[in-house]
T-cell receptor, first 115, second 113 residues
Framework: NAGVTQTPKFQVLKTGQSMTLQCAQD?????MSWYRQDPGMGLRLIHY???????DQGEVPNGYNVSRSTTEDFPLRLLSAAPSQTSVYFC??????????????FGPGTRLLVL | KQEVTQIPAALSVPEGENLVLNCSFT??????LQWFRQDPGKGLTSLLL?????REQTSGRLNASLDKSSGRSTLYIAASQPGDSATYLC????????????FGTGTRLTVIP
């Protein structure tokens, strides 16, 4: 199993540009999520999904869109990038999200710089 | 709103020393708590998940405890090694959404050979 994979590893954008961060998992997990990590702050939840066609907002959803058309993929879209979105983005998955005893698996991260 | 704090933010110890990392949270209405390790430039690796009914969990040289009533958890690392150098994050699992995680800010540990 490849686990949770993310592409790209690093991206530079100009303010106002759009892009999609890709995330895929091959563990047949129903739950997938996106976090951002900023210096001096813990990881903060952006959006999550408990299955294909089902998404919900986390703590910091503004400026980001998600969709879940397949179990395997959960892309994160920035429609109009802003410097405040400079961060490291992590995708994660776990089996269902219905139990608090499920281990969450993380991807290696995408480092995004918005100029 | 759940807030998770980790103290200290950074810690340096000589190899072989036992050490304790602290995590505190403001809302005791949590399900479980999870400790992660993050190496520079890498993702997170789960170390231990403590269910609220267990209060303690052990894996090798690691022992994590949970006291929900006081809003505290500790991660004890025995006989530290240079390979333990990393950032350690705790996260509480809240009974909201889909058992989402709320993370602390982390403790950066350096074990000096």
């Amino acid at each position: 199993n490849a686990g949770v994979t993310q592409t790209p590893k690093f991206q530079v954008l100009k303010t106002g540009q759009s892009m999609t961060l890709q995330c895929a998992q091959d563990m047949n997990h129903e739950y997938m999520s996106w976090y951002r990590q900023d210096p001096g702050m813990g990881l903060r939840l952006i959006h999550y999904s408990v299955g294909a066609g089902i998404t919900d907002q986390g703590e910091v959803p503004n400026g980001y869109n998600v969709s879940r058309s397949t179990t395997e993929d959960f892309p994160l879209r920035l429609l109009s990038a802003a410097p405040s979105q400079t961060s490291v983005y992590f995708c994660a998955s776990k089996l269902t999200g219905t139990s608090g005893a499920e281990t969450q698996y993380f991807g290696p991260g995408t480092r995004l710089l918005v100029l | 709103k759940q807030e998770v704090t980790q103290i200290p933010a950074a810690l340096s110890v000589p190899e072989g020393e036992n050490l304790v990392l602290n995590c505190s949270f403001t809302d005791s209405a949590i399900y479980n708590l999870q400790w992660f390790r993050q190496d520079p430039g890498k993702g997170l690796t789960s170390l231990l998940l403590i269910q609220s009914s267990q209060r303690e969990q052990t894996s090798g040289r690691l022992n994590a405890s949970l006291d929900k009533s006081s809003g505290r958890s500790t991660l004890y690392i025995a006989a530290s090694q240079p390979g333990d150098s990393a950032t350690y994050l705790c996260a509480v699992i809240a009974p909201t959404g889909a058992n989402n995680l709320f993370f602390g800010t982390g403790t950066r540990l350096t074990v000096i050979p």
